[in-house]
């Protein structure tokens, strides 16, 4: 039992970080809410996150809590730069974007053998995003968009951390997203999205194929205040891979469910803030995000 336990400790510094910008998983939970399928008009638009996580649990592969004592934070600043073009393809406008965070993380492990113990803290530029497109189109009440993100590993990797920002591999995510918005003031918006990682060349670990979404159902209050509820979901559809053998059982999961409001100064200007209780994971930790997203158009 013991040398089980300890094997999981030495796994945590490999499940802790798809939650926190970085480790063997790039995928950025939790950053779509209101109007995610809607792309922006023609022209040049910023939007700017800043993102708390939390956690002091981490789970195994059968949701339980593993008994150590565990403590991750990170605190991200991320900025996306859009550009809609007045191209259409399909009848959808054509556009691009690039996304850079900034992520400082930190993770204790304690309570366990002097060897496995952790203290450590980085920050650094993440894994930077970037799309060859996105495709949007609108109607009355539907508005949709499809992409492709490519991961790049820009972030700062070293094999011999327990905690790293960046992954040390190439992700790929084909993403679409959905918007239902009602003249009467109801909206609905879901972000699907599939990750393809490569191998880590250092680790040669393969991290699985992974499905995650976004989500949030609002409702507008009064003129420029929209409130609701907002969340996400991750579940791996492949086990990892090490060195090329298959890691049984090594699939990650987690939900996550939370308020969310969104204050509009002007069309092109608006405000949002949300906060994301993490439940049913398994392979990871279990926390709480908290975001503050300013949206510009110019």
Same mark, same amino acid.
């Given at each position: 039992?013991?040398?089980?336990?300890? !094997?999981?400790?030495?796994? #945590?510094? +490999?499940?802790?970080?798809?939650?926190?910008?970085?480790?063997?998983?790039?995928?950025? &939970?939790?950053?779509?809410?209101?109007?995610? *399928?809607?792309?922006? %008009?023609?022209?040049?638009?910023?939007?700017?996150?800043?993102?708390?996580?939390?956690?002091?649990?981490?789970?195994?592969? /059968?949701? @339980?809590?593993? %008994?150590?004592?565990?403590?991750?934070?990170? #605190? $991200?600043?991320?900025?996306?730069?859009?550009?809609?073009?007045?191209?259409?393809? &399909?009848? !959808?406008?054509?556009?691009?974007?690039?996304?850079?965070?900034?992520?400082?993380?930190?993770?204790?492990?304690?309570?366990?053998? %002097?060897?496995?113990?952790?203290?450590?803290?980085?920050?650094?530029?993440?894994?930077?995003?970037?799309?060859?497109?996105?495709?949007?189109?609108?109607?009355?009440? &539907?508005?949709?968009?499809?992409?492709?993100?490519?991961?790049?590993? =820009?972030?700062?990797?070293?094999?011999?951390?327990?905690?790293?920002?960046?992954?040390?591999?190439?992700?790929?995510?084909?993403?679409?997203?959905?918007?239902?918005?009602?003249?009467?003031?109801?909206?609905?918006?879901?972000?699907?999205?599939?990750?393809?990682?490569?191998?880590? /060349?250092?680790?040669? &670990?393969? =991290?699985?194929?992974?499905?995650?979404?976004?989500?949030?159902?609002?409702?507008?209050? #009064? /003129?420029? +205040?929209?409130? *609701? $509820?907002?969340?996400?979901?991750?579940?791996?559809?492949?086990?990892?891979?090490? @060195? *090329?053998?298959?890691?049984?059982?090594?699939?990650?999961?987690?939900?996550?469910?939370? %308020?969310? $409001?969104?204050?509009?100064?002007?069309?092109?200007?608006?405000?949002?803030?949300? $906060?994301?209780?993490?439940?049913?994971?398994?392979?990871?930790?279990?926390? =709480?995000?908290?975001?503050?997203?300013?949206?510009?158009?110019?």
């Amino acid at each position: 039992m013991k040398s089980k336990l300890y !094997a999981i400790i030495i796994m #945590v510094s +490999l499940i802790i970080p798809a939650t926190m910008f970085g480790g063997e998983s790039s995928a950025i &939970l939790g950053t779509e809410d209101f109007f995610a *399928g809607a792309l922006p %008009p023609p022209g040049l638009h910023y939007i700017n996150y800043l993102a708390y996580y939390s956690a002091d649990e981490v789970m195994d592969g /059968d949701g @339980d809590k593993i %008994p150590i004592d565990f403590e991750a934070t990170a #605190v $991200a600043e991320v900025a996306r730069g859009i550009y809609v073009s007045d191209i259409t393809v &399909l009848g !959808a406008n054509l556009g691009w974007h690039v996304v850079v965070p900034l992520v400082y993380r930190k993770v204790e492990i304690k309570d366990v053998p %002097p060897s496995m113990a952790v203290d450590e803290s980085r920050a650094s530029i993440g894994d930077i995003y970037f799309s060859p497109f996105l495709l949007g189109w609108h109607s009355k009440l &539907l508005h949709c968009v499809v992409g492709l993100d490519i991961i790049a590993p =820009t972030g700062q990797y070293n094999e011999d951390y327990a905690v790293n920002i960046g992954s040390n591999h190439w992700t790929f995510e084909p993403a679409v997203a959905i918007s239902l918005i009602d003249p009467s003031g109801f909206s609905a918006s879901v972000k699907l999205m599939y990750d393809i990682h490569t191998e880590n /060349d250092d680790t040669k &670990l393969k =991290t699985g194929q992974q499905f995650h979404c976004d989500y949030n159902v609002g409702m507008k209050i #009064v /003129d420029g +205040l929209r409130v *609701g $509820a907002c969340g996400y979901y991750l579940k791996g559809v492949q086990a990892d891979q090490i @060195d *090329g053998t298959t890691d049984p059982g090594s699939e990650e999961q987690v939900f996550a469910l939370g %308020p969310s $409001a969104m204050y509009s100064f002007s069309p092109s200007l608006h405000l949002v803030g949300k $906060a994301q209780f993490e439940m049913e994971a398994e392979n990871r930790p279990e926390g =709480t995000f908290a975001w503050l997203k300013l949206i510009c158009s110019f």
